[in-house]
């Protein structure tokens, strides 16, 4: 076979089709969006919030990371129309809790509508406002099992600066839309405020000597997905 064989359109085609059908072999034996799910994301369209979630296999492994480090207090930023938030309460004990932040009272609207459908209303507590002033607040509340966030992406290093406070050794933090298609893995200047701000997050994460950390390619056909932290103990 000659390179242009091997390289040609239909045969890239053939390749990212095999690679969508593992996916959804995979979403459908270990990731399945129950009737709740669906009716979270049917709420989102109607009220005409961006189709923007986690896709069902990052929503599984949040759960995975959270039974992981037995989590009790779970902390997002960035809720939209809560489906982030409900597998990640689905991983808590009837006595966890889940806090989500969210700057649209809007979208918190949708988020508590969907909270109560999925009967998780008593684990959760969304919160309106701007992450950065919110917080602050939270210190005693912490620390966090798990944190996970997903909002606005340029202030991505100051929420890893919380993000640290509010955890212990053992904590888990993930962030989304880390990777974006490469942009976000690579020091190059001419970049906007929100590539600028994830490079500068993974390059942090990735050299915190209190973190162990990797990104995950697992999003938008393998081109964006999470990385992931765990804080290691203080005496090493
Ligand atoms: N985690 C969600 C998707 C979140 S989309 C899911 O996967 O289901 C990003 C959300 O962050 C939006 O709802 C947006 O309104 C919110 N957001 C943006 N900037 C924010 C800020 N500074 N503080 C809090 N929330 C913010
Ligand atoms: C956007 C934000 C997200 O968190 C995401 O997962 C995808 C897109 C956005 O703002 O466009
Ligand atoms: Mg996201």
């Known amino acids: 076979m000659t390179d242009s064989t091997q390289h040609d359109i239909p045969h890239l085609q053939e390749l990212a089709n095999e690679r969508h059908e593992i996916e959804r072999k995979i979403t459908h034996l270990f990731a399945p969006e129950d009737l709740v799910l669906q009716q979270c994301l049917a709420a989102a369209k109607e009220a005409g ?44 004990p009837t006595n966890g809790r889940l806090i989500t932040l ?18 998780i209303a008593d684990r959760t507590d969304v919160r309106v ?55 976000a893995l690579q020091e190059e200047a001419a970049q906007d405020e929100q590539t600028a701000g994830m490079v500068e997050y993974n390059k942090r994460v990735s050299s915190n000597p209190r973190l162990t950390s990797l990104a995950l390619a697992m999003d938008e056909d393998y081109t964006d997905g999470f990385t992931v932290a765990v804080v290691l103990p203080e005496e090493r």
């Not at 990371?65 to 808590?92: H, V």
């Not at 210190?139 to 606005?152: N, T």
Request: aromatic residues 8%; contains cysteine; charged residues 20%.
């Open 49 to 92: 919030l961006p189709a923007i979630q986690i896709s069902p296999l990052q929503g599984k492994f949040l759960q995975f990371l959270a039974a992981a480090c037995t989590a009790q207090k779970i902390l997002e930023i960035g809720s939209l129309a809560g489906y982030s938030g409900i597998w990640l309460a689905r991983a808590l």
């Open 102 to 119: 969210e700057i649209n009272p809007r979208h918190a609207e949708v988020v508590r509508t969907s909270f109560a459908n999925a009967g």
């Open 129 to 183: 406002g701007k992450a950065l002033d919110l917080l602050p607040q939270m210190e005693s509340e912490g620390p966090f099992d798990l944190i996970f966030i997903d909002a606005d992406k340029a202030p991505s290093p100051q929420y890893l600066e919380w993000a640290l406070r509010l955890t212990r050794p053992g904590s888990i933090i993930v962030i989304d839309n880390s990777i974006r298609h490469g942009r």
